[in-house]
């Protein structure tokens, strides 16, 4: 199973500030993931990057959150101005190919205050 | 729409014991994953099973599909303390997508 490591392990902010969560792939791959989980709920799908872009977002996904790959192995996701209701478990997932099985992270616990 | 549910809810079996999961969803799939999670952790892939399956084996876990009902089972024998964690199904949906959607889960324990 590729390894996939996340930073931080918890994120405690206030409201209105940014966050900036990490994900380091440690293996070739082609489709990165992120999703949340707050406490007791499902795991909702926010994005997915491929090539370079993002290849689908899902309504959660608004204006105040980015994606990128800064250094071409790091992927990153950023929430511009942290809301409360943004604290939640915040996993990435790689996947080497399509249909292929999605791997995921130690997840990132950001708790907004 | 809710694409996983899974039942139970919760299971609690004594170690040893064989535990089932049930997993129902609506569309149409390419492929349908298990995933288990302990408490407050990461989620940790378990098994694929792709639409033109019916049955897979991992070890102690059997995975059946059905596509006309739009279920899949999880299986896990001569279950261990271990085992504690909750369960998840997610899948895909065949059209042009690999975001997953989740099942609301299985909180499973094992007594020892």
């Known amino acids: 199973e590729p390894e996939v490591t996340q930073t931080p392990s918890h994120q405690v902010t206030q409201m209105g500030q940014e966050v900036i969560l990490r994900c380091v792939p440690i293996s070739n791959h082609l489709y990165f993931y992120w999703y949340r989980q707050i406490l007791g709920q499902k795991v909702e799908f926010l994005v997915s990057?491929?090539?370079?872009?993002?290849?689908?977002k899902s309504e959660i996904f608004d204006d105040q959150f980015s994606v990128e790959r800064p250094d071409g192995s790091n992927f990153t996701l950023k929430i511009r101005s942290t809301k409360l209701e943004d604290s939640a478990m915040y996993f990435c997932?790689?996947?080497?190919?399509?249909?292929?099985?999605?791997?995921f992270g130690p997840g990132t616990r950001l708790t907004v205050t | 729409s809710q694409q996983g549910e899974e039942d139970p809810q919760a299971l609690s079996i004594q170690e040893g014991e064989n535990a089932t999961m049930n997993c129902s969803y609506k569309t149409s799939i390419n492929n349908l994953q298990w995933y288990r999670q302990n408490s407050g952790r990461g989620l940790v892939h378990l098994i694929l099973?792709?639409?033109?399956?019916r049955e897979k084996h991992s070890g102690r876990l059997r995975v059946t599909l059905d596509t006309s009902k739009k279920s899949s089972s999880l299986l896990i024998t001569a279950s261990r303390a271990a085992d504690t964690a909750s369960y998840f199904c997610a899948t895909d949906a065949a059209y042009n997508t690999d975001k997953l959607i989740f099942g609301t889960g299985t909180r499973l324990q094992v007594f020892p």
């Open positions: 997932a790689i996947q080497l190919q399509e249909d292929y099985e999605q791997y």
């Open positions: 990057f491929y090539n370079n872009e993002i290849s689908e």
């Open positions: 099973i792709r639409s033109n399956e």
